[in-house]
């Protein structure tokens, strides 16, 4: 099993451009989350699903949006990059209540 | 929602000294308290976790407590270890079907 994969692992963008960073899971996992973390502000969720079809927001939604066509795919767009979401941005998927985290991407925006 | 606040957010120690990492939570309804580890440049990995329904559980040298009636929970770590250097995030939830709610994370460093 991969696990949880993301790609890019790194990202440059300029402000306004949008782009969507992609997160796969082999694991059949129901729940899939996307979290930023930034220095001092532990792990913040952007977004979440529970199942194909179904996403909610988390607690920093604004600017990103997201799908969840299969259980396997949970990609997350930025709709118009802005500096402030300059930051490390982690996928996860769970089962049982453990979170099983990608390694990330880390991207900045100019 | 949910609120967990976490201290301290950095602590240094010596090579075979303990170390405590603290967290509160404001929900009641939280039963599910997970920690997790961050080595430098490298993803989030649960280490240890516990239910409402016990009080303290061990693995090896990491034990965590949990204290219902206040609303906290602490990851103890005995003899640490260069290797034990890392980021450790505390998280609550409602287990389940519930998204955890995250500290924001203790720098951890140990000198040898």
């Known amino acids: 099993n991969a696990g949880v994969t993301q790609t890019p692992k790194f990202q440059v963008l300029k402000t306004g451009q949008s782009m969507t960073l992609q997160c796969a899971q082999d694991?059949?996992?129901?729940?899939m989350s996307w979290y930023r973390q930034d220095p001092g502000m532990g792990l913040r969720l952007i977004h979440y699903s529970v199942g194909a079809g179904i996403t909610d927001q988390g607690e920093v939604p604004n600017g990103y949006n997201v799908s969840r066509s299969t259980t396997e795919d949970f990609p997350l767009r930025l709709l118009s990059a802005a500096p402030s979401q300059t930051s490390v941005y982690f996928c996860a998927s769970s089962y049982d209540d453990e979170q099983y985290f990608g390694p990330g991407t880390r991207l900045t925006v100019t | 929602g949910e609120n967990v606040e976490q201290h301290p957010s950095t602590l240094s120690v010596q090579e075979g000294d303990s170390a405590v990492i603290k967290c509160t939570y404001s929900?009641?309804?939280?039963?599910?308290f997970p920690w997790y580890k961050q080595e430098l440049g490298k993803r989030p990995q649960l280490i240890i976790d516990i239910r409402s329904n016990v009080g303290e559980k061990k693995d090896q040298r990491i034990a965590v407590t949990l204290n219902k009636t206040a609303k906290h929970f602490s990851l103890h770590i005995t003899e640490t270890q260069p290797e034990d250097s890392a980021v450790y995030f505390c998280a609550a939830s409602k287990g389940g079907s519930y998204i955890p709610t995250f500290g924001r994370g203790t720098s951890l460093i140990v000198h040898p």
């Open positions: 929900d009641s309804a939280s039963n599910y």
């Open positions: 694991m059949n996992h129901e729940y």
